[in-house]
């Protein structure tokens, strides 16, 4: 694998750890083979081959995919249905206490609005992994604020696509057999050198601030996070750098950014860079004013190729160094 390592420590089944004012967050069980996973479209529609391509990755590894009835469907040439459809086959997943784990077939938008009509008992009854990135990092933050790790990595678009033999897709299928991954990256030369101790959270920048004055589901809430040590990620697509400045100091102003105790910058992608200026020079002159470890171009990003697997909510270690970044994922 270039320049990048993995590796996997066996973890133990149903881990807990701290977060929001000694609430526990749970790791869903490990997959098994012939276990059951479920393909669903919390957001925007997929292709039409997506979640057949999907499943046969899934079957390949020896799971047994099942296909949300509502995954392929359409609504206003946005959504992949109407509110109550998406939902329906989003508590369908939840709910199934056979269904071990979720994944979304692609993200767009509209997982935001399905987080009204559940509550976090529908997130927290049977503990499992949901998988996405993207507009699915609401679905994170819902399943972290109800007390349960999730799981932002590749969706159905890119298990299908990229095959079961890739690279990433395995780190996928460790992680969701119950390891715990260590990452390295190479090193940036706007790295902040440090280590750093703390609960992983984030994701899709404009998704996470997006939901920021939601105090049920925002996993960035003030009282959620007070008190606690957090690793905060974060990515985006298509976004001006003006607009990821508004976030981030809309980040700064609600107090997050001096809670953090390290910052894992992402992969920012499509975007319009200025003359001689790019995204990470502009996000630096922000985060250089924090005491804090930070590195940028970090595996997580809508480049499947440059996505790794993290765990929300899952506690971990971040060292950079002059040589490169390691983040390892910690047992409790």
């Known amino acids: 694998m270039k320049r990048i390592l993995f590796t996997a420590l066996i973890t133990i089944m149903a881990t807990m750890t701290a977060l929001a004012g000694g609430k526990k967050l749970i790791m869903p069980a490990p997959l098994k083979p012939g276990d059951k996973i479920a393909i669903i479209s919390p957001a925007s529609t997929p292709g039409n081959d997506n979640p ?17 009835p ?6 206003q040439n946005m959504y992949a249905g109407t509110i109550e459809e998406r939902c329906a ?20 938008y509209g997982s935001a ?15 499992k992994w949901i998988v996405g990135y993207s507009d699915i990092t609401a679905l994170h933050s819902a399943m972290v604020c109800s007390g349960v790790m999730s799981l932002h990595a590749n969706m159905g678009g890119a298990l299908g696509g990229r095959g079961t033999d890739d690279d990433i897709n395995q780190m996928l299928r460790y992680t969701l057999m119950g390891n715990l991954p260590t990452y390295t990256a190479p090193a940036h030369p706007l790295n902040k050198i440090g280590t750093a101790h703390g609960i992983v959270l984030g994701g899709n920048m404009a998704v996470f601030t997006n939901i920021g004055g939601s105090k049920e589901w925002d996993f960035l809430d003030r009282d959620n996070i007070e008190g606690q040590d957090i690793i905060l990620f974060f990515e985006d697509v298509s976004e001006s750098m003006p607009r990821v400045n508004s976030m981030l100091q809309q980040l700064r102003l609600k107090g997050v950014l001096n809670q953090v105790k390290a910052i894992i910058v992402g992969r920012f992608t499509e ?30 990003s809508h480049d499947e190729g440059w996505n790794y697997p993290i765990i929300e909510g899952c506690p971990a ?8 970044v390691t983040l390892t994922f910690n047992e409790q």
């Open 113 to 127: 609005m399905l987080l009204d009509p559940l509550t976090h008992q529908d997130f927290k009854r049977n503990p």
């Open 52 to 68: 057949e391509k999907a499943a046969a990755t899934l079957r390949a590894w020896g799971f047994n995919p099942v296909i949300g």
């Open 89 to 108: 086959d989003l508590r369908w997943a939840l709910e199934d206490p056979e269904i071990k784990a979720i994944v979304c077939t692609r993200g767009g």
């Open 271 to 300: 975007y319009k860079s200025g003359e001689g200026y790019d995204m990470n020079q502009m996000l630096s002159e922000t985060l250089n004013g924090y005491d804090i470890p930070v590195c940028y171009d970090f595996p997580a």
């Open 317 to 324: 270690t971040l060292e950079v160094t002059p040589e490169g």
């Open 70 to 75: 509502h995954a392929l469907s359409r609504y």
